[in-house]
Every structure is written in C-alpha cells, then in structure tokens.
Nanobody, 126 residues
Framework: QVQLVESGGGSVQAGGSLRVSCVAS?????MAWFRQAPGKEREWVAN???????SHSDSVKGRFTISRDNGKNSLYIQMNSLKPEDTAMYYC???????????????????????WGQGTQVTVSP
C-alpha cells in the first residue's frame, strides 16, 4: 500500500506559475498527475517512470514539466503559462506499470493506477 499526499495547489492569474508536489510513503515504478474539473472526467496530465522517462499530454506539453526525486519518494509538476482551462483538482497517482512486448510502460488511463492522493485544487483566473 502506497499513500500519496499532494501539496502546493492554489490560485493564480492566467500566465502565472505553480509547482505542485506529492510525497509517497514508498516506491512506485510509475507516478503520474491527473486532473479533474467539475463535471468532467479525470484527465491524464503527465507521467514519469523511475528511470526519469516522461510523457506529457498535448494540452500541457511545453507548459508543464513532471519530475520526481526517487530518494525522497516525491513527485512534482511545474506548471507555467497557466490558463483558466487548467483549473481543476490535481491528483497524484502511482502504479507498478504494465508490461507490453517486453517493456514496462506507464499508463495514461486512471483505472490502471492503484494508488491515489486526495488531490489539491489549482484555480487559474482570467
């Protein structure tokens, strides 16, 4: 069982920046950020494996950067050039990955993640 705790959310004006953090109680191969706006489904934002390989959704590519510190069991996302449409609850998630053709990959589907944090709110005003 891995417990995840997010911090660092808040309110910012459009064009501003925020850094959200997540501390895990143990190691996981895959760690990811998802977000969910009111009335919308949970959306994948970015993921990273323990080797540091990252992937970002098209909607945040070039503006958000995911990173992790394996020694601290911590996950981060640096969010720059924020837009009002980035407003959502941001969730940290962790998983052991899925094997495909001999490679272990990190999923973009929320159902594939076993462990979740409680979420932290990010609000971007126009």
């Amino acid at each position: 069982q891995v417990q995840l705790v997010e911090s660092g959310g808040g309110s910012v004006q459009a064009g501003g920046s925020l850094r959200v953090s997540c501390v895990a109680s143990g190691y996981s191969y895959c760690m990811a950020w998802f977000r969910q706006a009111p009335g919308k489904e949970r959306e994948w934002v970015a993921n990273i494996n323990s080797d540091g390989r990252t992937s970002h959704s098209d909607s945040v590519k070039g503006r958000f950067t995911i990173s992790r510190d394996n020694g601290k069991n911590s996950l981060y996302i640096q969010m720059n050039s924020l837009k009002p449409e980035d407003t959502a609850m941001y969730y940290c998630a962790a998983d052991w990955g899925r094997w495909y053709g001999g490679s272990r990959l990190c999923s973009v589907q929320p159902d594939d993640y076993d462990y979740w944090g409680q979420g932290t709110q990010v609000t971007v005003s126009p």
